[in-house]
């Protein structure tokens, strides 16, 4: 169960005090429960599981935090489905779902543009951004 | 501070709120954060039981709704905190010479991100001789209580922050 690998006690304690979204986004991402959550399961299920929630009439407050972390443990994946998935708003369940999701689609973007071998003489782009580039890449 | 505050017909979720100079605050006023009510607070009264209670934890506003807003709402996008402080004319005052008034900022300089704010209610006490003490303020802790305490002892950091009084 996704559940039970995420400490909720302390997802729940940050979202309680968050008065931002960078700030909760921030703090989540650092809890290594939801780093190892990010490493154990596929991003497709951390994805399921938080659109279960999002559906959800009236949530606990234990899906709710459960949500975010979710949030944060998706944004560790590059994965295609991620940046898929974070286009697409969060239901009113989510505060700041539609405010994580553009920080994640931003990770994504600087990810992809960022991976770039420099040991190498011969630079190779290890994933090709969707966004045009028109600067001057030189190898020293 | 002056900050005009009226309540917005068009979307009850937010209200009115501009700087003195007139460029708009977002904020939001939600009836209920979901799952707020139902939340747990046990663990943060007994990690900060030090801290003097003032108000129950409430969803209706954050701590730049304390700080910025009269309490009314939640603000929570540094960009407006940054157009604050400018159209309002807020200045920087150091630690020691912050007054019961001023107000207290934190800043993470990582996420560009102010993650905390309060009112400062005490001085610090920096004379020769005595134990340092920071000051204390007020503030809001997200959904959880709006509490006084001594400015480092909260769970936001202390290493981006800056204290600002306003003269009109």
Known sequence: MIKDSINLEEVSDILAVSNTPAYLFSRLRALSSVQQAAIKFDPRDLIAEFQRIDGLEKPSAQEIALGYALLAAVSTSAAPIVRDFAQVPTSRNFEWGDEIKRRILSIQRNDAASVVDLSKKNIKIASVPEVSFSGTIVAG | ?168
């Open chain 2, 1 to 168: 501070m002056c900050l005009i505050l009226t309540q917005s017909e068009a979307r009850l979720s937010e209200i009115r709120m501009d700087t003195s100079a007139g460029n708009p605050i977002s904020n939001s006023q939600p009836k209920e954060i979901p799952g707020a009510d139902r939340m747990n607070f046990d663990r943060l009264d007994q990690q900060f039981s030090s801290a003097v209670v003032r108000c129950e934890p409430s969803a209706s506003f954050n701590c730049h709704g304390l700080t910025f807003g009269s309490r009314r709402a939640r603000i929570w996008k540094s960009e407006d905190i940054k157009q604050i402080l400018k159209d309002d004319g807020y200045f920087e005052v150091t630690q020691d010479a912050a007054l019961p008034g001023d107000i207290i900022l934190y800043f993470d300089p990582a996420e560009n991100d102010f993650t905390h704010s309060g009112v400062v209610v005490e001085a610090a006490i920096s004379e020769p001789g005595q134990l340092y003490r920071y000051p204390k303020v007020v503030s809001k802790w997200g959904c959880y209580k709006e509490l006084i305490h001594f400015a480092n002892n909260s769970p936001y950091s202390m290493v981006g922050v800056k204290y600002y009084r306003v003269r009109r």
